[in-house]
Each structure stands twice: as C-alpha cells, then as structure tokens.
C-alpha cells in the first residue's frame, strides 16, 4: 500500500518543498557553509517515499553525512513527511560527449529518527570525562528568591527539571553583580544532581574565544566543534564579550545550531537584554530570543538584608540587626558587593578580636568607596535632566515629539535603568506613561549615541555628576 504521506508530496511540486527545506537550512547555517555545501544540491525527482537530489562528488554526500545529517533528516521529516528517504546521485561529466550522466551511490540513510551524535574524531577519553567547572556554593540554596528574581529564578528551575524541553535556549540579563552567574551553576548543578552522567559544561564567553582561538592556531577546529557538540547541557557566561569576534560567533553559532536541534539545554547570560548587544550578528540575536528571556534586576532593600542575612548565617555568624540594615541601606547596587562587605566584616573581627558593631559597618563601607548618601529617585532623575536642558518636567509626560523633548525622555529613561531598581515596564510608566519596549529602545538608542558622540557623552556625564552631588 502507497503511504498516504507520499500522495500529498506527489500532488505537491518536489522542487518547491525542497526549497522550503533550503530556506530552513539557510537559517541554521552561515552563509559561506550554505552557498558551498547547499546551494549545489539539485533535487531530480521524488518517489516510492525517496528524495533524489544530484551532488557534485563522492567526498560531497560524504561530507554531508558526516556533519549535516541530522539537519537535513530534520528539513526532510517536516516538509516531506516522517520516513523520507534521501539518495544520493553523483553527477558526472562524461568524456566524450557533452551531456551529463548521474550514477547512483544508493545512499537511503534516512530510515531511522535523529541518531546521537557520535564520538568520531573526539580526543580519546574527552566523552568519558568531563569537568562542568560548577561552583558547587553557587546551587539554588543559596540563591535568595525576591521580586527582583522571581521569574528568572522560576524559569531556572524549571529548565534544571527538563533542561532541552522548555525554555530552550534560556537567557538571563542583569547588571553587574545581581546574580546571573550564580543561577546559571545553580542549574548545572540541579542537572546533575538529577541526572549525574548528564554532560554538562559551564564556560566564560572569554574562555570560549580563547578555546577556539587555540583550536585555530593548531588546526584542532573540528575536535573543538566536536567536543561542544557531546553537551547536554551548556552554560556560557558574560555571551557580550563575544562582541565583534566574527569568526567565533560563526563556530558558536553552528555549534548552537547542532546542540538546539539535538534538543540540548542552552543557558546564556549577558549584561543586557538581546536586542541591546552591540557588536553581535543578528541571526544570534535571533536565536537567543527564541527560548525565554528573564531579567534579573537590582535587588530590593528587602532582598539585600535577606542575602546578608543567609551570607552571615552561612558562615556560622550572626549580625546586629543595625549593622544588617545599615549596610543593606547603603550596599545597594549588587549582590557581590554586600558579600564582600560581609566578608570583610568577618574577617576584621577575627583578625583584631572586634565586635561587629554599627561603627565597624560604617568603617567598612566607607573604606570601601561603596557608600551612598541616599538613592536616586526617578524624581531626582527627571529634574536634573529637564534642568539641564531647559526644560518644564511636564513636558517629559507629554506625547511631543519634538526632537530636545524626545532626547530628554529618553535619557531620563536610560538614567532610571541605571540608578534606580525599577523594571523597565515601571521606569515606562514614570517617565511619559510609555511601554517597556520604549525603555528598551531608549536605553539602546542613547548607549549608541553615548559610544559615538563625544559631544554627547560629555553632555551625559555632565548630567551624572549633578545627579551625584543632589
């Protein structure tokens, strides 16, 4: 009996679905892979559920095998239907006449579903043994839930229950010291807690680069592409630091590709959100918002006693209530810095035989430059902007679009993301009743302008001192 599948593929031309599977290949692959080893495949004719396409040489179809079996068994499944079969035909210029003969390699290799990756080309032993490079402190224990990182702590655990099933890829973004890096290990962790032969790997963006740039340098590229393609589960820090690295985004790109179509668990994290990376191609950019991505905002006053609560505690110390509000009042920007503090207060009273007291706090964060003398409002924000260029805060609130209005706005906004511990959805509707994606371009559009206008930039931080100094 004829597979009820193959009827609709008959009725429908062959040549159009396979440019559909070429348009879905050219989307999973950089251009110069698919213009050499794509663009030349031409598809002859479809039958007995078999896809016939003609290939330039032998070494041709084997390459494909080798490295793009899994994606062109993928394309083939969802336009031609589950089962399709795919051979391969040899094109050959005969001598002594002008036409051209096919000769058939008889290569049906699509019988099966999607295979493992294999370990071919592999360093001995590179499967077998594995360093995650986990901070085994960094679990989710110790990660101390508020609303600055409920969600993205939510969607964390979620994706360590069933890493490659939900929320793959998962990008998490956040200034400096909020806790990116700590939920990002807290997941390898529960992985392999839940499933100790899971492969899975965390790596600075910079090692990353550093690794592909040995590779090059002595001809191993292929192990290195190889090796990243045997993760289940893999965690790369800091990705903005992959900024104008062409060539390493090219191989990170494939080497995504190859992980998130093998239903491998993706985990990214970044100083800002995607689409405010500069200096990284846009297919990336794409890629990184297919999944989930969750902000991790400053921490509230509240969040930053309980982290120096659960810090202290952790250590087997206890702190005076004053001393837990005084630094949490004045430690405000980053989770790392109230640690640090923490520590040093431990560390002064063992050292010098001290009582940790409020006058020791104070010492201590003045010492270490993180004091502030009050939060800055959006208030503050909103009046040492308009004073600075002339104009009524009321006019901010407006829906002008004059162009000094218009900067003014988004200035005020890119300001309140820095200085203030509100959302971009909250900043929006403090500043002109706007949207979160009109914080999100605000704050994209002045960090451009900042980088390129000297003028500019000079104007911003004329704005930040008189911030400073209210």
Same mark, same amino acid.
């Given at each position: 009996?004829?597979n009820?599948?193959?009827?609709?593929?008959?009725r429908?031309?062959f040549?159009?679905l396979?440019?559909?599977?070429?348009?879905?290949?050219k989307?999973?692959?950089?251009?110069?892979?698919?213009?050499?080893?794509?663009?030349?495949i031409?598809?002859?004719?479809?039958?007995?559920?078999?896809l016939?396409?003609s290939?330039?040489?032998?070494y041709y179809?084997?390459?494909?095998?080798?490295?793009?079996?899994d994606?062109?068994?993928?394309?083939? *499944?969802?336009?031609?239907?589950e089962?399709?079969?795919?051979?391969y035909?040899?094109?050959?210029?005969?001598?002594?006449?002008?036409?051209?003969d096919?000769?058939s390699?008889?290569?049906?290799?699509l019988?099966h579903?999607?295979k493992?990756?294999?370990?071919?080309?592999?360093?001995?032993g590179?499967?077998?043994?594995?360093?995650?490079?986990?901070n085994?402190?960094?679990n989710?224990?110790?990660?101390?839930?508020?609303?600055?990182?409920?969600l993205a702590?939510?969607?964390a655990e979620a994706?360590?229950?069933?890493?490659?099933?939900?929320f793959?890829p998962?990008?998490? *973004?956040?200034?400096?010291g909020?806790g990116?890096?700590?939920?990002?290990?807290?997941i390898?962790?529960?992985?392999?807690e839940?499933?100790?032969?899971?492969?899975?790997?965390?790596?600075?963006?910079?090692?990353?680069?550093v690794?592909?740039?040995?590779?090059v340098?002595?001809?191993?590229?292929?192990?290195?592409?190889?090796?990243y393609?045997?993760i289940?589960?893999l965690?790369?820090?800091?990705i903005q630091?992959?900024?104008?690295?062409t060539?390493?985004?090219?191989?990170?790109?494939y080497?995504?590709?190859?992980?998130h179509?093998?239903?491998?668990?993706?985990v990214?994290?970044a100083d800002?959100a995607?689409m405010?990376?500069?200096?990284?191609?846009?297919?990336?950019?794409?890629?990184f918002?297919?999944?989930?991505?969750a902000?991790?905002?400053?921490?509230s006053?509240?969040?930053?006693k309980?982290?120096?609560?659960s810090?202290v505690?952790?250590?087997?110390?206890k702190?005076?209530e004053?001393?837990?509000?005084?630094?949490?009042e004045?430690?405000?920007?980053?989770?790392?810095d109230?640690?640090?503090?923490a520590?040093?207060?431990?560390a002064?009273a063992?050292?010098?035989?001290?009582?940790?007291?409020?006058?020791l706090?104070?010492q201590?964060?003045?010492?270490?430059s993180?004091?502030?003398k009050?939060?800055i409002?959006?208030?503050?924000?909103?009046?040492?902007?308009c004073?600075?260029y002339g104009l009524?805060?009321?006019?901010?609130?407006t829906?002008?679009?004059?162009?000094?209005?218009?900067q003014?706005?988004?200035?005020?906004?890119?300001?309140a993301?820095?200085?203030?511990?509100?959302?971009t959805a909250?900043?929006?509707?403090?500043?002109?009743?706007?949207?979160h994606a009109?914080v999100?371009h605000?704050?994209?559009?002045?960090?451009?302008?900042?980088?390129?206008?000297?003028?500019f930039?000079?104007?911003?931080?004329?704005?930040?001192i008189?911030?400073?100094?209210?």
């Amino acid at each position: 009996m004829t597979n009820q599948g193959e009827h609709i593929v008959q009725r429908v031309d062959f040549a159009s679905l396979w440019s559909k599977c070429l348009q879905t290949i050219k989307d999973n692959v950089n251009e110069q892979i698919f213009q050499t080893w794509f663009a030349p495949i031409v598809p002859l004719k479809y039958e007995n559920n078999t896809l016939h396409i003609s290939v330039p040489s032998q070494y041709y179809y084997e390459f494909l095998e080798e490295q793009f079996i899994d994606l062109l068994r993928k394309v083939l *499944y969802k336009y031609f239907g589950e089962g399709t079969n795919l051979e391969y035909q040899v094109m050959v210029v005969q001598d002594t006449h002008t036409t051209v003969d096919y000769k058939s390699t008889q290569r049906t290799i699509l019988l099966h579903p999607s295979k493992p990756i294999t370990n071919k080309g592999l360093p001995q032993g590179i499967v077998s043994e594995l360093d995650p490079h986990l901070n085994p402190n960094c679990n989710f224990s110790t990660f101390i839930e508020g609303m600055s990182n409920k969600l993205a702590r939510s969607v964390a655990e979620a994706v360590a229950m069933n890493p490659g099933k939900t929320f793959n890829p998962y990008f998490i *973004y956040g200034t400096s010291g909020v806790g990116k890096t700590h939920l990002a290990n807290a997941i390898g962790l529960r992985v392999k807690e839940l499933n100790p032969a899971a492969r899975v790997l965390y790596v600075s963006a910079h090692l990353f680069k550093v690794q592909y740039t040995d590779s090059v340098r002595n001809n191993t590229l292929n192990d290195f592409i190889n090796f990243y393609q045997t993760i289940d589960v893999l965690i790369i820090d800091d990705i903005q630091e992959f900024a104008g690295t062409t060539k390493t985004q090219n191989t990170f790109f494939y080497i995504f590709n190859q992980l998130h179509q093998n239903g491998k668990q993706l985990v990214m994290t970044a100083d800002r959100a995607p689409m405010l990376l500069q200096g990284l191609e846009d297919r990336l950019i794409t890629r990184f918002k297919w999944g989930m991505v969750a902000e991790i905002e400053k921490p509230s006053l509240d969040l930053r006693k309980d982290i120096l609560r659960s810090k202290v505690q952790r250590d087997g110390w206890k702190f005076p209530e004053n001393v837990i509000d005084f630094v949490a009042e004045h430690v405000t920007s980053s989770v790392r810095d109230i640690e640090g503090i923490a520590i040093s207060l431990m560390a002064q009273a063992t050292i010098f035989n001290k009582d940790i007291d409020l006058e020791l706090a104070r010492q201590t964060v003045n010492k270490l430059s993180c004091v502030e003398k009050r939060e800055i409002t959006i208030d503050d924000i909103l009046e040492t902007v308009c004073k600075h260029y002339g104009l009524d805060i009321a006019s901010i609130h407006t829906k002008s679009r004059k162009h000094e209005i218009v900067q003014a706005r988004q200035i005020a906004m890119f300001l309140a993301k820095d200085y203030t511990d509100f959302s971009t959805a909250r900043i929006g509707k403090l500043i002109g009743n706007r949207d979160h994606a009109t914080v999100l371009h605000a704050f994209k559009t002045i960090k451009e302008l900042e980088e390129v206008d000297k003028k500019f930039h000079e104007e911003l931080e004329e704005i930040r001192i008189a911030l400073k100094n209210k």
